[in-house]
């Protein structure tokens, strides 16, 4: 039985593996107030609505969107292929060089964002345009 009332770093699961960033230029947006972490795989059409709906933010926060990938093909990913289309400068992409689960990607997604505050997005759901609205 786990005793959850035990401290555990759950980070460290997966540190051997690398993150390479293949999309985006953190000096696009210097100091994000917030980060929104999109965990992906093998699933580009829902990425591509994820995303615009991300970028079109009705907002005058600076924000960073930050894709952490699983796919771990070899190759120049289909998700890859849809943030260059987009090429926006608030995207900054992340390949796993390992498939992880999602709980891994998602905390190697906490330690890639720069924001405050993180919120997260599946790649096969999307944000209203008025998400930050109130920041």
Known sequence: MINIFISQNHFVSQEEIPSMMLYGNKDSISNPFVSIVITAYKRPDYLRTCLEAAIGQDC????????????????ISPNQKIIEQINSPKIMYYRHQKNMRYHDSANRGIELARGEFICFCHDDDFYLKTLFLRC
């Open 60 to 75: 005058d926060v600076p924000y960073e969107i930050v894709v952490v990938d699983n796919n771990d093909e070899p190759g």
